[in-house]
C-alpha cells in the first residue's frame, strides 16, 4: 500500500468510528496527529461557534475536541468518499448537530481537507455550512 492510500484507509476507519461513537473517539484522532497539527475551521471561532477559532498543536486539538462536545451533541456523521493526492486527502461526507446550549439541530455537507507529514495529520481544514451552524448556535 502506498501512503496516500494508507492515509485514506486510516482515515475511513476514524471516521467510522468518529459515526458511531456519536463523537467519542477523540483519541483515535489525536493518534494520528502530528505534534504540532494545525487545525482551521471555516466558522472561524465567531460567536456561539467558540471552540473553533484556529488551533496550533496537540494541545489545543484537545480542547477543540472538549469544547465542540461540551457544546454540541453529535446526530450523525457519515463519511462518504476519499480523495487523496500527494499529502492530502480530502473527505466529502454530511453531519448533523445539536447545539446543546439551544437544543437546534444543523444538518450540513462536510468537507474535510487533510495534509499528512510522515503519516500523521499536520493540518486539518473543516467546511460546512456555517449559516445553518451560527443559526442553531444562536438562542
Not at 439541530?105 to 449559516?131: H, L, N
Request: glycine share 6%; proline share 3%; charged share 25%.
Amino acid at each position: 500500500m502506498n501512503q496516500p492510500e494508507d492515509n485514506v484507509s486510516r482515515l475511513r476507519e476514524a471516521y467510522r468510528l468518529w459515526g458511531e461513537t456519536r463523537g467519542d473517539s477523540v483519541s483515535v484522532w489525536l493518534d494520528m496527529m502530528w505534534d504540532d497539527v494545525r487545525m482551521i475551521s471555516l466558522a472561524d471561532g465567531g460567536s456561539g461557534m467558540e471552540f473553533t477559532r484556529p488551533h496550533q498543536g496537540k494541545s489545543q486539538a484537545i480542547n477543540y475536541f472538549q469544547e465542540l462536545n461540551a457544546a454540541w451533541e453529535m446526530l450523525s456523521f457519515d463519511a462518504h468518499e476519499f480523495i487523496a493526492q500527494n499529502d492530502r486527502v480530502v473527505m466529502l461526507g454530511r453531519c448533523s448537530f445539536r447545539s446543546r446550549a439551544t437544543g437546534k439541530s444543523a444538518e450540513s455537507p462536510k468537507v474535510d481537507i487533510f495534509r499528512f507529514k510522515d503519516g500523521k495529520i499536520i493540518e486539518y481544514q473543516e467546511f460546512y455550512d456555517t449559516a445553518k451552524a451560527f443559526a442553531a448556535a444562536t438562542p
